[in-house]
Each structure stands twice: as structure tokens, then as C-alpha cells.
Nanobody, 122 residues
Framework: VQLQAYGGGLVQPGGSLRLSCAAKGFTLGDYAIGWFRQAPGKEREVVSCISGSGGSTNYANSVKGRFTVSRDRAKNTDYLEMNRLKPEDTAIYYC????????????????WGQGTQVTVSS
């Protein structure tokens, strides 16, 4: 089983990016998916999560109203749409999968993708 996060890059403040989290070897819809990020010198923090059914989502206060998580079952891929990006959003972003858990604790997630760098800078 494998998760692959991609779509990061360099973007100016106020810009947008869409991250993808592709699942290989398992069905994404059977798992909750969490998006986490870690900035240099800071602890990893949760950004958003979506339940296995896709019917429930959760967002960190710092990204609420700017980020949107979604699921494409046909492509077995989740997306994190990031709008109105700020320099403080700069971090490595990870997606992780959880069986039987939906929440914001990283310990609840069973396996992780490799991360993709997002840099917000002018």
C-alpha cells in the first residue's frame, strides 16, 4: 500500500495550489485521510481531514475558509485545494491514511505519504 502526495511548489502570497494524495494498493474510500504539515523548526500540525465516506471534514482554524479537502473515488485520489495562501502556510505537506479513525491526532493514522513542499513567497 502506498500514498503519494504531490502538487506542491512555489506560489506568491494570495495564490492557490492544489495538492493531490493518490492511493495505490488500497481503496481510499475505506480510510479517513488527514493532511498535515510541518514547517522548519516547528512541530507537525494537522491541516484537514476527511472521513472514509467523504461526508465529514475538519479543518484547522488557521486554514478554515481558505482550504478545501475533497475526494475523487473514481481516481482513488484526495485533494487539498489551498487558496489565499500566506507565507505562514510554507511547509512540507503530508497526507496520511487511517483505518477506523477520523480525527486530528497524527498517532491515529496508519501510514503516510512522502510529503510535498509548499513555499509561499514573493
Amino acid at each position: 500500500v502506498q500514498l503519494q502526495a504531490y502538487g506542491g511548489g512555489l506560489v506568491q502570497p494570495g495564490g492557490s495550489l492544489r495538492l493531490s494524495c493518490a492511493a495505490k494498493g488500497f481503496t481510499l474510500g475505506d480510510y479517513a485521510i488527514g493532511w498535515f504539515r510541518q514547517a522548519p523548526g516547528k512541530e507537525r500540525e494537522v491541516v484537514s481531514c476527511i472521513s472514509g465516506s467523504g461526508g465529514s471534514t475538519n479543518y484547522a482554524n488557521s486554514v478554515k475558509g481558505r482550504f478545501t479537502v475533497s475526494r475523487d473515488r473514481a481516481k482513488n485520489t484526495d485533494y487539498l485545494e489551498m487558496n489565499r495562501l500566506k507565507p505562514e502556510d510554507t511547509a512540507i505537506y503530508y497526507c496520511a491514511a487511517a483505518w477506523g479513525y477520523f480525527g486530528t491526532e497524527s498517532a491515529g493514522y496508519d501510514f503516510w505519504g512522502q510529503g510535498t513542499q509548499v513555499t509561499v513567497s514573493s
